[in-house]
């Protein structure tokens, strides 16, 4: 199966791509349908907006199908939005649409973000997600591990405490281990 990964910066220098703005209705889309409602954990239109307007904010959209133009109003499968400061970066939101989940979309997506941040010179990024959450099993995957908790940091509907787990990747490590294997 092909996908056609797109991933734009928003300092992408030359860009013929819409300003980061224009993915607001995408990254909207996906959110509001990948993310249960009883965490509380999608962001709302403002909050997304406000950190596209901010040069450290970094995104990418994948399609569902690997012809589609993201920005032809078609369908778009999923998405991830981070934040860098210096040499480290925050993987805030990472979403794909539950049609489009188990079909590799979310493995291609994170590994475009890992390689975008390493071609920015970061050296470290970082996640955090709720206890049990199902994507924990892709991070996994992809070498990111636990390095911290956070007790009782988020809380549901119905005031259930849920513990967030803080999870690192170290691109040198991970280039090391690539280069001397």
Not at 33 to 49: D, I, L, M, T
Not at 88 to 97: P, V
Not at 144 to 152: D, L, N, T
Not at 159 to 170: C, K, P, S, W
């Amino acid at each position: 199966m092909r996908f056609n990964l797109i991933a734009f910066r928003s300092d992408a220098p030359g860009s013929r791509v819409p300003s980061p703005l224009d993915a607001v209705d995408h990254i909207m889309g996906v959110m509001v349908a990948a993310f249960p409602p009883e965490f509380g954990e999608a962001w709302n239109r403002r909050q997304v907006s406000d950190a596209l307007l901010l040069t450290s904010t970094h995104y990418g959209l994948i399609t569902p199908d690997g012809r589609i133009d993201a920005w032809a109003n078609a369908p778009v499968a999923g998405f991830y939005l981070s934040r860098s400061v210096l040499d480290e970066e925050e993987l805030l939101l990472f979403a794909i649409a539950p049609e489009w989940r188990r079909r590799g979309l979310g493995h291609r997506l994170l590994g475009e973000f890992i390689a975008n941040a390493q071609a920015r010179g970061i050296i470290r990024l970082f996640l955090e997600m709720r206890r049990d959450n199902p994507a924990g099993i892709l991070y996994a995957a992809h070498d990111f591990h636990p390095v911290g908790i956070r007790p009782g940091y988020y809380r549901t509907a119905n005031g259930e405490r849920i513990d967030a787990i803080t999870q690192e990747y170290l691109i040198t490590a991970a280039s090391e281990n690539v280069t001397s294997a």
